[in-house]
């Protein structure tokens, strides 16, 4: 049974740093690419980040130069790094995993296979 747990969400002050961890069980870690996505209230679930198989990062233009994704198979995790987060950050954020391994693919939802439940990031002003 596939399981993606997210983890390390929760209330920030605008300008700090918090890192979500998502650890995946029940599949091929190595194999797939991993995203982060986010969802605030009455919106879409919009792309934030995404890593490669072999490591190469890809990330929303709002999000560029603030977060960092990263990844380490040994323990089937993914990281997201959120620096200096303002309060348009504030959003359920969703781990997923696909098999993906054209960069044109990796902002699309469609291209992930499983999802965890998301945990809650709220920045406050």
């Known amino acids: 049974q596939v399981q993606l747990v997210e983890s390390g969400g929760g209330l920030v002050q605008a300008g700090g740093s918090l890192r979500l961890s998502c650890a995946a069980s029940?599949?091929?870690?190595?194999?797939?690419?991993m995203g982060w996505f986010r969802q605030a209230p009455g919106k879409e679930r919009d792309f934030v980040a995404a890593?490669?198989?072999?490591?190469?990062?890809y990330y929303a233009a709002s999000v560029k130069g603030r977060f960092t994704i990263s990844r380490d198979n040994a323990k089937s995790t993914v990281y997201l790094q959120m620096d200096s987060l303002k309060p348009e950050d504030t959003a359920v954020y969703y781990c997923?995993?696909?098999?993906?391994?054209?960069?044109?693919?990796?902002?699309?939802?469609?291209?992930?296979?499983?999802w965890g439940q998301g945990t809650q990031v709220t920045v406050s002003s």
């Open positions: 029940g599949l091929t870690f190595s194999r797939l690419a």
């Open positions: 997923a995993a696909g098999p993906i391994f054209s960069s044109s693919l990796y902002e699309a939802r469609n291209g992930y296979h499983y």
């Open positions: 890593i490669s198989w072999n490591g190469n990062a």
